[in-house]
């Protein structure tokens, strides 16, 4: 299964999801590949890698740019720059599915509109995941319940909530089961990686 | 004065620093533009609008797009999409200066290194604003002081600290100032404006 990362608004979670998500399923055994299309390689990066090859994470390998073969893996994520771009367009010819990750605000609604309309091709669209939730703050109530109301069915189940340990990740080279597998960032992305695979499974 | 906010990192607050700077300079008096280069025009909705004109704010106006005639301006703002494009590199020939919002964390390091290659002309370089600083993580502290230590007198020192009323005034459609003229975002949005219109006399 190829499953692309995308939403044109930046630094909202593409990267973070598309390096934990690809994590949890090498963890649970797939031969598993992270395509980095972002130039800025952030997804290597996080990754502690400059370049294409394995990782740390036994069955985890990298990949800067689209995959040339895909065969060897069981799962392929592919993460996406912040833009509609042709790069974009490729990514969504190339995948099975294609993941939304979307902080919840109100000028993050106004550019999922341009991006679903950019990828024309809905039956795809695996769902939004809910990223950066900053429980505390009144609005981000009112916009998950905007969006579950709007995209009934598509919104998951699992909210990854605001959690420093993420970022920290990142700025070590690790995903968050290696950096610190018992936060509450760790047990929503592996409960995304279930929600996932069994969505995954019914469409 | 043309300045553009430019970072290839996606989410850093180069539209929110855009929408505040701009308002600040209104408010003090002088005819601003704030041009909204990126297609998803977050910086014309963040003062809520969806094409040229003016805002609801005395002296400011927003265009959609390259700015066909800055003559009628004193001061204006070029908000650039996430990425280093042709676009960005008109923004960066255009200017007279260009400043970059950063959030201090280790990736962030690696995108500078890229963007003050592809922006070739240094001199125009006004220098780094610290965004979404997060004072309660240990490496945002370790990662301003090698900044500072790298870049002497290039990081500003009014640091933005994260502050949940600066994306709540977003959704509403304001500057910081109208929506809460006394929180900490409103005091660190005005003493920045004061900083920029200092250094770009020195320079
Ligand atoms: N749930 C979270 N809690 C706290 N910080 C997070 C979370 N998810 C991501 N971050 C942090 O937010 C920033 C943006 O995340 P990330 O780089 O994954 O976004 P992106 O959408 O890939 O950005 P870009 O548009 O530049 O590709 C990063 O510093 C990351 O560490
Ligand atoms: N100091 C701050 N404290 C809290 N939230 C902030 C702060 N600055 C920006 N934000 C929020 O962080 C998100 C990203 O900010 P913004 O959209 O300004 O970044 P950007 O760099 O323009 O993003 P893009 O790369 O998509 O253009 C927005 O939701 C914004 O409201
Ligand atoms: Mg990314
Ligand atoms: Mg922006």
Redesign the interface.
Same mark, same amino acid.
């Given at each position: 299964m190829i499953l692309a990362l995308i939403n044109?608004? %930046? %630094?909202?979670g593409k990267t973070t999801t598309a390096v934990n998500l690809a994590a949890a399923y090498a963890r649970s055994g797939y031969r598993t590949l992270l395509a980095d299309l972002d +130039? /800025? #390689?952030?997804a290597s990066?996080?990754l502690g890698r400059r370049e294409s090859g394995p990782t740390h994470i036994p069955r985890l390998d990298v990949c800067c740019g689209f995959p040339q073969n895909t065969g060897d893996y069981e799962h392929v994520f592919l993460d996406c720059? +912040? #833009?509609?771009?042709p790069l974009t367009h490729r990514a969504l010819e190339l995948c099975d599915r294609f993941l939304v990750p979307l /902080?919840p /605000?109100?000028?993050a609604m106004? %550019?999922l509109a341009?991006l679903l309309r950019f990828a024309h091709n809905p039956g795809r669209w695996l769902g939004i995941v809910l990223t950066m939730v900053?429980s *505390? #703050? *009144?609005?981000t109530h009112e916009i998950i319940a905007l969006l579950r109301q709007r995209f009934p069915d598509k919104v998951f189940q699992t909210e990854i909530k605001n959690n420093?340990r993420l970022?920290?990740a #990142?700025?070590f080279g690790q995903s968050i089961f290696e950096y610190d597998g018992r936060c509450p960032g760790a047990k929503l992305y592996a409960q995304l990686k279930e929600e996932v695979e069994q969505k995954c499974r019914v469409l």
């Open positions: 044109n608004k %930046g %630094g909202v +130039p /800025q #390689a952030s990066l996080h720059p +912040p #833009a509609l771009s /902080q /605000q109100y000028l106004e %550019g341009n900053d *505390r #703050a *009144r609005v420093i970022s920290e #990142a700025s």
